[in-house]
C-alpha cells in the first residue's frame, strides 16, 4: 500500500452511499480513496478470505454480525466497532417487466410461487430469504429448487437485467443503482427483516487514526444525505 492511498472494503449495502462520499473522504484523509471490494463475496476473492489472508486494508463496512466475527478473529479493532445505517430487502424485476405484487405476505408468497426464477445474494438477504422466509411461509420445498445464489460479487440487479432470473431480492441499496431493473420494492413490514451494517478499522491499516476518522463521518450528520439517497437507513440524525 502506498503512503498516500487509503483502503477500503464494503459490502454492497453500504457502497452507493460510500462512492458518493468518496470526494469528501478524499479531503478529510488527504489520501488517494482505493476501493478494495464493493462486495462481501464468496470465495477465495471474498472479503473474509482476503482479510484472513492479511490483506492491507484501512476500514471494513459489513453487517454488523459479519464485523462482530471480524473482530472475534482479530482482523478488525474493537474498540473501532461502530454501527452505521440499516437496510432493508427489496425485490426487483428487469425493466419493461410488470410489477409483481408483494403488498402483503399473501401476494409475496403467490408471486414467489409463480416466478419462473428467482435470483439472491451471499449475503444476509440471500440468507433471510432461503434459511428463513421461505420457512416461515410454507413454501421451501416448491421454491428452492427454482432459486439461485448469485456470489462472487455479482449484484443480483444484474443477472435479472440480463433476463436470467424472472425477480431477485438483495438490499435496498444494492438493487437502487443499478441499470436496467424496475419496480424495486420492499418486502411486506411482516416479513421485512432490517439489517444494522457497521464499520471498524482493519487490524492492517496503515494509519489507525485516518481510520478511526472517517468511520466516526460515516457515522456522523455530514454522510446522511448520501446514506438516505441510496436506499439505507441512517442511525445519527
Same mark, same amino acid.
Given at each position: 500500500?502506498?503512503?498516500?492511498?487509503?483502503?477500503?472494503?464494503?459490502?454492497?449495502?453500504?457502497?452507493?452511499?460510500?462512492?458518493?462520499?468518496?470526494?469528501?473522504?478524499?479531503?478529510?484523509?488527504?489520501?488517494?480513496?482505493?476501493?478494495?471490494?464493493?462486495?462481501?463475496?464468496?470465495?477465495?476473492?471474498?472479503?473474509?478470505?482476503?482479510?484472513?489472508? @492479511? *490483506?492491507? %486494508?484501512?476500514? =471494513? /463496512?459489513?453487517?454488523?454480525?459479519?464485523?462482530? !466475527? &471480524?473482530?472475534?478473529?482479530?482482523?478488525?479493532?474493537?474498540?473501532?466497532?461502530?454501527?452505521?445505517?440499516?437496510?432493508?430487502?427489496?425485490?426487483?424485476?428487469?425493466?419493461?417487466?410488470?410489477?409483481?405484487?408483494?403488498?402483503?405476505?399473501?401476494?409475496?408468497?403467490?408471486?414467489?410461487?409463480?416466478?419462473?426464477?428467482?435470483?439472491?445474494?451471499?449475503?444476509?438477504?440471500?440468507?433471510?430469504?432461503?434459511?428463513?422466509?421461505?420457512?416461515?411461509?410454507?413454501?421451501?420445498?416448491?421454491?428452492?429448487?427454482?432459486?439461485?445464489?448469485?456470489?462472487? @460479487? *455479482?449484484? %443480483?440487479?444484474? =443477472? /435479472?437485467?440480463?433476463?436470467?432470473?424472472?425477480? !431477485? &431480492?438483495?438490499?435496498?441499496?444494492?438493487?437502487?443503482?443499478?441499470?436496467?431493473?424496475?419496480?424495486?420494492?420492499?418486502?411486506?413490514?411482516?416479513?421485512?427483516?432490517?439489517?444494522?451494517?457497521?464499520?471498524?478499522?482493519?487490524?492492517?491499516?496503515?494509519?489507525?487514526?485516518?481510520?478511526?476518522?472517517?468511520?466516526?463521518?460515516?457515522?456522523?450528520?455530514?454522510?446522511?444525505?448520501?446514506?438516505?439517497?441510496?436506499?439505507?437507513?441512517?442511525?445519527?440524525?
Amino acid at each position: 500500500m502506498a503512503a498516500n492511498e487509503f483502503i477500503v472494503m464494503t459490502s454492497g449495502a453500504f457502497t452507493a452511499a460510500y462512492v458518493e462520499l468518496i470526494p469528501q473522504l478524499e479531503k478529510l484523509t488527504g489520501k488517494k480513496i482505493v476501493t478494495a471490494a464493493t462486495s462481501i463475496g464468496t470465495g477465495d476473492g471474498s472479503i473474509p478470505s482476503r482479510l484472513k489472508r @492479511g *490483506e492491507v %486494508v484501512d476500514i =471494513v /463496512i459489513v453487517a454488523d454480525a459479519v464485523l462482530q !466475527g &471480524f473482530i472475534k478473529d482479530g482482523l478488525v479493532l474493537a474498540d473501532s466497532y461502530t454501527p452505521l445505517v440499516q437496510s432493508a430487502i427489496g425485490m426487483a424485476v428487469r425493466a419493461g417487466a410488470a410489477k409483481p405484487d408483494i403488498g402483503s405476505v399473501e401476494a409475496l408468497k403467490r408471486t414467489l410461487l409463480q416466478a419462473q426464477s428467482i435470483a439472491y445474494s451471499a449475503s444476509v438477504s440471500g440468507e433471510y430469504l432461503t434459511q428463513e422466509l421461505y420457512q416461515q411461509l410454507g413454501i421451501a420445498d416448491q421454491v428452492m429448487g427454482k432459486s439461485r445464489l448469485i456470489g462472487g @460479487g *455479482e449484484r %443480483v440487479g444484474a =443477472v /435479472i437485467a440480463r433476463g436470467e432470473a424472472e425477480i !431477485g &431480492f438483495q438490499q435496498m441499496s444494492e438493487l437502487m443503482p443499478v441499470p436496467g431493473i424496475a419496480h424495486i420494492t420492499p418486502l411486506p413490514a411482516e416479513v421485512q427483516k432490517v439489517s444494522l451494517f457497521a464499520g471498524g478499522v482493519a487490524a492492517t491499516s496503515g494509519d489507525v487514526a485516518v481510520a478511526r476518522a472517517v468511520i466516526k463521518f460515516f457515522a456522523s450528520a455530514d454522510a446522511v444525505a448520501a446514506i438516505v439517497k441510496s436506499g439505507l437507513q441512517p442511525l445519527s440524525k
